[in-house]
């Protein structure tokens, strides 16, 4: 598959634009479920996921065809969305830190006492349960724990996709596992 | 979380695939041991096959035609550079046309309305004609251009006649009365009107310049 995507991205270079619907075409679901994952709205995901595109349409020449594209595309995605929600309104956010802690915001302060899925839950309920879930972290953690669980990046992937030092990449994910374990853990 | 922090941090470095032998097996012996530790390393490992499961999203129907469809038309500068990059022979080639033509027309602009005539001295200049007197015969290639040629005599060679014609000999002789034949070329006549014509004759020349080495 990598090699199909880099003979498409050759062609697209070349100034083939119809090579791009295939580049689209494969990577449209991850991306989009990437960017609502961040966003939590799927009008929002879609204007975002497809902006993303079109940047890394319009950017094609300054990537370098030995990297892996899925990087650089996740990369040009997740700055689009962080762009998108500083720019919502400057509401009051759960998941701004609190002053004097490191990493800590609003939602560890919350008791969580958050609905518990029924016993008999439906794995379809379950799935939307744990998205639920994965939402309702701060999106510093957030996205290293979906680019690493549901995209399966490597943590150095990971590290350049968020252009956030490995050590930090790792502090985070750690965090949001626990995070995540204290909130699943009555599953 | 009243165990130890420290092995907290090795679950999690165990978790990344970032620890070391001996670390490993140190966290593992103490796996054994430590129910409360045992039950945050599944509970992780829990979580991380929870998260694995989360739903799956597909994107919107029409998702990559919008996408092709809000793509920018390439800007036709982008597309010159593009093509120029893929075909430089050609471009090579278009150059060193380009700049052919430009001095061949500049060559050809130069006094432009000035008669100009080959050195033989028996050739006779009368106003914007060149004439070839009767009876005289003209050794060599006779070139003349901006002006007509009226050939009485003979010329030994090539005529080449640019911007001008050949006079008809009859006509410029009707007061004289009747005279025998009018002068010949012994040689190959050519007459030059338009600059395509032009071009073309150097570009012909050109040619057999460079084919004859």
Known sequence: MEQFIKKKIIQVKKGDQSAFSDVVAFYQDKIYQHCYRMLGNKHEAEDIAQE??????????SFDENRKFSTWLYRIATNLTIDRMRKRKPDFHLDAEVKGTDGLDMYSQLASTERLPGEEVESRELQRYIHHEISQLPSKYRSIIMLRYLEEFSLKEISEILDVPLGTVKTRIHRGREALRKRLRHV | MSCNEKYIKKIHDYLDGDISAE??????RHLEDCEECQKHFHELNRTITLIRSAERMEAPDH???????????????????????RHPILVAAAIFFLLMIGSLSSTFNQGTDQLVVSTQEELVVDGDTVIVPEGVTVQGDVYVRNGDLLVLGTVNGNVTLFNGELLDAESQLEGGGLMASAGGVNGELETVDQTFEWIWYHVKNFFKGVFTF
Not at chain 2, 63 to 85: A, H, Q
Request: no cysteine; glycine share 0%.
């Open chain 2, 63 to 85: 998702f990559t035609e919008n996408v092709m469809n809000n793509l920018p038309t390439e800007k036709k500068s982008m597309r010159y550079k593009r093509w120029f990059k």
């Open chain 1, 52 to 61: 993303a595109f079109i940047r890394a349409y319009v950017n094609i020449d």
């Open chain 2, 23 to 28: 670390d490993e097996s140190l966290l593992k």
